[in-house]
């Protein structure tokens, strides 16, 4: 979104001082009377007139708002299945909602979505898979293990691999820590992938 000019803001900052009809501090108020039949106070309460109307307001003094709002049913005249309908439109401020992938615009074409081990199909799929089998291929030589490697040989090549490359025991050499930093991708990679074949 983009900011706002210092224009624009004093022109929202005006039209806000005149919606609330803010007043100097000396100058007096206007007088509204009470909309009560018969009362002759000053109607300083605001009260909505409907439900269709809640920013229209009715004024009242303190007695007879009190009075008003006792008797004023927000929900008077509706079944319990449109108040059921209307509190749970409550959710989304009773703005229209779609489901996931059905609404005004959507173009499953345009979504772009990570699938580094190729678990969705589309239709670059074959492509998709042969650039994840290339993938595995990199993440494989990067630990130095063949195809078909086990959990516990993946453990262990990692371990023998982060004593050889951790900066710590080597000097803090800055390249050792990028090569370590590959090895704990590698690791991450091929542990999702070994937990991802065993779902299958």
């Known amino acids: 979104m983009a900011a706002m000019s210092p224009q624009t803001r004093r022109v929202k900052l005006r039209e806000r001082l005149e919606a ?4 100097g501090l000396g100058e007096k108020k206007e007088g509204r009377r009470c909309a009560h ?21 009715i004024w009242f003094c303190l007695e007879h708002v009190r009075e008003y709002n006792q008797k004023w049913d ?5 079944s319990a299945a449109e108040i ?3 509190r749970f439109a409550d959710f989304t401020w009773h703005r229209p909602t779609w489901r996931f992938g ?6 499953p074409g345009r979504m772009r979505m990570e699938d580094p081990l190729g678990l969705f199909g589309s239709r670059s799929g074959r492509r998709r898979a042969n650039g994840s089998a290339g ?23 990692y371990k023998e691999l982060v004593k050889r490359y951790h900066p710590d025991l080597n ?3 800055k390249r050792l820590e990028e090569r370590l930093k590959s090895i704990n991708e ?4 091929l542990s999702a992938h070994l937990a991802f074949q065993r779902r299958r």
């Open 20 to 23: 609330v009809r803010l007043r």
């Open 37 to 57: 039949p018969g009362c002759g106070r000053e109607g300083a309460y605001p009260a909505p007139r409907s439900r269709e109307r809640l920013r229209d307001f």
């Open 74 to 78: 927000y929900f008077a005249g509706m």
């Open 84 to 86: 059921d309908a209307h």
């Open 102 to 107: 059905t609404q005004p615009g959507y173009d």
């Open 135 to 157: 993938r595995l291929e990199e993440m494989m030589a990067r630990m130095g293990l063949a195809p078909g490697y086990s959990e516990a040989e993946l453990k262990r090549r």
């Open 171 to 173: 000097g803090g050499d």
């Open 186 to 189: 590698a690791y991450t990679y």
